[in-house]
């Protein structure tokens, strides 16, 4: 420790010659308390925290760690930005250089994303919503009151246990619901205003009970004025919060997107899920090449639909709940729903199908 001790106290003090920092052997007694060693103690930790924090992100494509720190690209930019300040304050250039590069690494996913974007679109004549609407909801009956809020044509749920078949069968206005049917205790079941015809996902890897997640549902419909169905596969991938749910989770995506992939040319996809994966991690992007779908957010930094709190009427959270779609498939607008009481909020997309 003393040895590093001395090897930052050298680089420093170069830092300060270079740019022009005043030396400590002529600061007053009151300089010499604001630059005491405690506080350059604790900023060193925060910044050399900060820099493995976003190493950490480099090795997300294989190490579980590092893909965890994506949930939380935004605050780790936003840390960054605020321990910036303060070095600067203390005029502290080594640290301040190093916080300066973590803040430009952190901050690039944020505006520039890897992820093939859908084409947008002048008008829609399709709407979808996909929800995670929470298995222990202590009030299903609010997302009816969504629902009629936002009439769309096909409902895709996650989690949709217990009262849910029967909330979602009561939804006036919505006569076809499949999922129960292919699956008795299938969590992943969907509404539409249209006949609809639906199939288990064949071979795909556990999910489920203590790896989180749901069977992932193929579902055909006939939506008036086609002369093919439009295929949709609702999907809850497994929670990465353990190595084993990270390894279920980027497996449950690969080979869903592998099934996806086989659907013959011309097909029109609509993939609907809880990914449990942030736009920023680099299983989003793999699953959009590997299926060769397109994602339907407009920008690289979208709402939180995952929340973990709300602060001020602000919401704190990640987003992890997406719709993707097929090339050919145009996006008009691209939002999210109101609460309704499930610790997601609903994604909403219009699109115009060919």
Known sequence: MAVAHDL?????????????????????????????????????????????????????????????????????????LLVLGLALLLRRWLPSLLLAIVLAVAAYPLFFTSAPLAASAATSNLRILSANVLFDNPQPERFADVVAELAPDIIVTQEARYEWPRVLRALPGYPYLVGPQQYRWNSNLVVSRYPMRARMVPDMPPSGLALGGGLALRVEVDVPGRDRPLVIYAAHAPTPRTLAGWEARNLYLDTLAERIAAEPEGTEVILAADWNTPVWSPAYPRTLFLSGLEATERSAWPAATRLFATIFGINIGTPIDHIAISRGIGVKDHFLGPNYGSDHLPVVVDLELS
């Open 8 to 80: 930052i106290a050298k680089a420093e003090a170069q830092c300060n010659k270079v740019f022009g920092g005043r030396h400590d052997s002529g600061e007053t007694g009151s300089t010499m308390a604001s630059r005491s060693r405690t506080v350059t103690g604790l900023l060193w930790t925060l910044t050399l925290v900060l820099v493995a924090l976003n190493g950490g992100t480099m090795t997300a494509e294989w190490s579980w760690p590092g893909d965890m720190v994506t949930f939380f690209q935004p605050q780790l930019a936003l840390a960054a």
